[in-house]
């Protein structure tokens, strides 16, 4: 069988029509592989502004704490897209986006709700990347960790075909499966530490595995480009997080659905450097309401969510 290929890049998508058939040679398949436009990507090798300013600056910008996670779930899209294929997920993503856009100063993605959507649902991720602002920072939240080229493959589809700003990792295979994350050094790697799910006290608690990590990373930041995941479900240990990892800045989920403080999440994890948190908020703001308005009510969770979260920054005495 003779394959043609069409040059690109991401992803391959047979012919939906047969191109010929020759009884002799069997018959003759069409490749199409699709490019995909990975937002703000590197082009001919010049780095982009490295990633923590760029967050400090949209946080400066949209007065602004608050990351929206992009976690689309088929079942729970409200009426305006309860029907039609799956492209609806991509509809409901670009409106969202419309609706809060100035309001937040990163998105995060999960891959998980993309990959399982097949590839149409990479053709979803890819719409919804193409609708954020550039000045508005994206992290992939792949939680990737592998050893190797394995992981460098991860990287170099994150960074350079998706051109994702940031990335989750998990630590628990060792530093060296982040180095090929760390070496694009005008992006940055957010790494699992205290996570905001019942399963912390498996792992993470016992022999108080979560300082360990973070005295390490923080140890380990040489670039400047490596963060915490802390979830602000973990009242009290937020704090000892940052006493073990004073400059390393803190990406906090669990605010909202999951239950977390927002107060503790801004005051216990604020520390000196610019971008020094990140709070994400996903459900709470995707799914505020289930009717025609979920737009409206979208925009609304998330200026309140905005507002709350400014109001904990610690203010200087004097």
């Known amino acids: 069988m003779l394959v043609r290929v069409r040059p690109s890049h991401a992803l391959i998508e047979p012919a939906k029509e047969p191109i010929s058939q020759d009884p002799q040679r069997g018959g003759l398949l069409e490749i199409r592989v699709l490019t995909i436009p990975a937002k703000g990507h590197k082009l001919n090798g010049m780095k982009r502004e490295p990633f923590f300013q760029r967050l400090a600056k949209a946080q400066e910008r949209n007065q602004s704490l608050l990351c929206v996670g992009l976690d689309p779930d088929p079942d729970k899209l409200p009426a305006p897209f309860k029907r039609g294929g799956i492209q609806r997920v991509a509809?409901?993503?670009?409106?969202?986006?419309?609706?809060?856009?100035?309001?937040?100063?990163?998105?995060?993605?999960?891959?998980?709700?993309?990959?399982?959507?097949g590839l149409e649902g990479m053709r979803v991720l890819e719409k919804t990347l193409e609708a954020v602002p550039r000045h508005v920072p994206v992290i992939a939240d792949a939680k990737r960790g592998d050893i190797g080229n394995t992981a460098e493959s991860y990287a170099r589809a994150i960074f350079e075909v998706w051109g994702a700003d940031a990335v989750t990792l998990s630590p628990y295979m060792g530093l060296d499966t982040l180095e090929p994350f760390l070496a694009y050094e005008d992006r940055a790697a957010y790494v699992l530490c205290?996570?905001?799910?019942?399963?912390?006290?498996?792992?993470?608690?016992?022999?108080?595995?979560?300082?360990?990590?973070?005295?390490?990373l923080g140890q380990h930041d040489t670039r400047g480009n490596i963060g915490l995941v802390v979830g602000a479900t973990q009242?009290?240990?937020?704090?000892?997080?940052?006493?073990?990892?004073?400059?390393l800045p803190f990406?906090?989920?669990?605010?909202?659905?999951?239950?977390?403080?927002?107060?503790?999440?801004?005051?216990?994890?604020?520390?000196?450097?610019?971008?020094s948190v990140l709070v994400n908020v996903s459900r709470s703001v995707l799914y505020a309401s289930s009717g025609n308005d979920f737009a409206e009510a979208a925009r609304a969770a998330a200026d309140n969510f905005r507002k709350e979260l400014q109001g904990y920054i610690p203010r200087e005495k004097g």
């Open 194 to 216: 205290l996570t905001s799910n019942p399963g912390a006290e498996d792992f993470e608690l016992p022999g108080l595995m979560y300082l360990r990590v973070a005295s390490a």
């Open 91 to 117: 509809r409901f993503n670009q409106a969202i986006i419309k609706a809060t856009a100035d309001l937040v100063s990163a998105y995060k993605p999960n891959w998980a709700f993309y990959e399982a959507l």
């Open 251 to 275: 990406l906090i989920p669990g605010v909202g659905t999951q239950g977390g403080s927002a107060r503790a999440a801004v005051q216990e994890a604020w520390g000196d450097r610019p971008g």
């Open 235 to 247: 009242l009290g240990r937020i704090q000892e997080v940052r006493k073990a990892a004073p400059n």
